[in-house]
């Protein structure tokens, strides 16, 4: 991707370093303590869900004219976990836990089957069916092109961390996001075709100036626990909770573009995600998460953490979208972007 | 690499072809609960003429409930539909 605009001090300290206009020495530090500091709500903040999305992106597929040894600086590390310690503070104060199940793989996918069943928030899906206009699904995909041109990746972060039959189910279910060995079937290689038939750009990394930071923060999400190996339940809880609400919507996404004229080379992602991801929510539920809390009940809080806060922070960025459309309103930053 | 548990000596070949264990394992079928069967390995799925079921990835799940759209595979349908599997208790709603 290119650099981003920056959002606030934080973000302009981080971008000046990475552009090579000042060292690492200068200001990021500073900035960070006060931008904590003063953040009335760290998931809403635009500079500092941007300036963690900066830094996550240099272990992806890095910046565009930023030099890879930035990934592994100190000060950016130090930096970067920072913000990590308050973004994980925050969510873990404000997310809900479903009770805890026993410590059995049979109960701990019967706990998340239920508790993503059970999710009240505003359904994007159904109204994607049934209303959403095409400017707004091309909002819609723009929100979603930021975790989808790189879907599966931070989730991959945990299979060096995991063994036995919680690691096998993972690496089952990242071989099919990946294509099965077929470069054309990958997840995020099919996605870009659902934009260009909606009129998007699917370079990676064209939109991140139109998001909110909510979306940014849903995504920062998955990096943070992906990175940490202290989190590996809850990037194991996020990944059975993405698998478990998905085939179902994705049949309504399917269907809410094909109301709109799309072709079925358009609507591949959805269709195939219906089929794919009905497979996977069961390896997710019974052989990751359960397979995980058997072998280490220790991190059966954590597999509930990482699913609930996962839905936690889509729904409040759904939230967020609706309220926009229902006010007439664009919901991107810049809307002018998707036009 | 692999925890050889339950193989006898002298069949490298056998653990070479299939792994230990697995020497009658070349399909799995996986009853989840309340859900799909899971379908691992080599095995064709056809219509009643021999028709092949285009079959586009290694492991696929088989509708279970009857109500998925996307007949013989599960597109998780028998979730909205309170599909049970297993004995439900007194009492239990979705018995």
């Known amino acids: 991707m290119v650099l981003p605009a920056d959002r606030g001090p934080a973000s302009a300290a981080l971008l000046d370093i990475l552009s090579g206009e000042a060292d690492a020495a200068g200001t990021l530090a500073a900035e960070v303590s006060a931008a904590l500091e003063s953040t009335p709500d760290i998931v809403f903040d635009d500079d500092l869900q941007l300036t963690l999305f900066c830094l996550y992106e240099l272990h992806y597929g890095g910046i565009r004219d930023v030099s890879d040894d930035w990934e592994w600086d100190t000060a950016l590390l130090a930096a970067r976990g920072r913000i990590e310690r308050a973004f994980e503070a925050a969510l873990r104060a404000r997310v809900p836990l479903p009770e805890r199940p026993e410590p059995t793989a049979k109960a701990v996918a019967a706990r998340l089957f239920e508790f993503t069943a059970a999710d009240t928030g505003p359904s994007m899906s159904r109204f994607v069916a049934k209303k959403a206009t095409h400017e707004q699904v091309a909002e819609f995909l723009t929100l979603r092109s930021i975790y989808t041109l790189k879907e599966a990746d931070p989730h991959s972060w945990a299979i060096p961390r995991l063994s036995g039959r919680a690691k096998a189910a993972l690496v089952e279910i990242q071989a099919d996001e990946y294509g099965g060995g077929r470069p054309t079937r990958m997840h995020s290689a099919i996605f870009p075709r659902t934009m260009s038939a909606a009129g998007l750009d699917p370079a990676y990394g064209t939109y991140v100036d139109a998001v909110p930071a909510v979306t940014l923060a849903s995504v920062n999400l998955i990096s943070m626990f992906g990175l940490h190996r202290r989190l590996r339940g809850a990037i194991v809880g996020h990944l059975a909770a993405y698998e478990m609400t998905s085939s179902v919507p994705s049949r309504l996404y399917g269907d809410g573009l094909r109301r709109l004229g799309f072709d079925q080379d358009a609507t591949w992602y959805y269709d195939e995600h219906v089929e794919a991801d009905a497979v996977h929510e069961q390896i997710a539920a019974h052989d990751m998460a359960g397979g995980l809390v058997e072998a280490e009940p220790a991190l059966l809080d954590d597999v509930l953490f990482g699913a609930a806060a996962g839905l936690a922070v889509d729904g409040w960025a759904t939230e967020r979208t609706m309220a926009a459309w229902a006010a007439g309103d664009s919901a991107l930053r810049t809307p002018a972007a998707v036009r | ?95």
């Open chain 2, 1 to 95: 690499m692999s925890d050889a548990v339950g193989t006898g000596a002298g069949d490298a070949g056998a653990r070479n072809r299939t792994g230990p264990g697995d020497a009658d394992q070349d399909v799995v079928i996986v009853a989840y609960p309340d859900g799909p069967f899971l379908v691992r390995g080599d095995v064709a799925i056809t219509a009643p003429d021999g028709t092949p079921v285009e079959r586009t990835r290694a492991t696929v799940a088989l509708c279970r409930c009857g109500k998925s759209t996307i007949k013989p595979f599960c597109d998780g349908t028998h979730k909205l539909i309170g599909f049970r599997t297993e004995p439900q208790l007194p009492g239990d709603p979705a018995a």
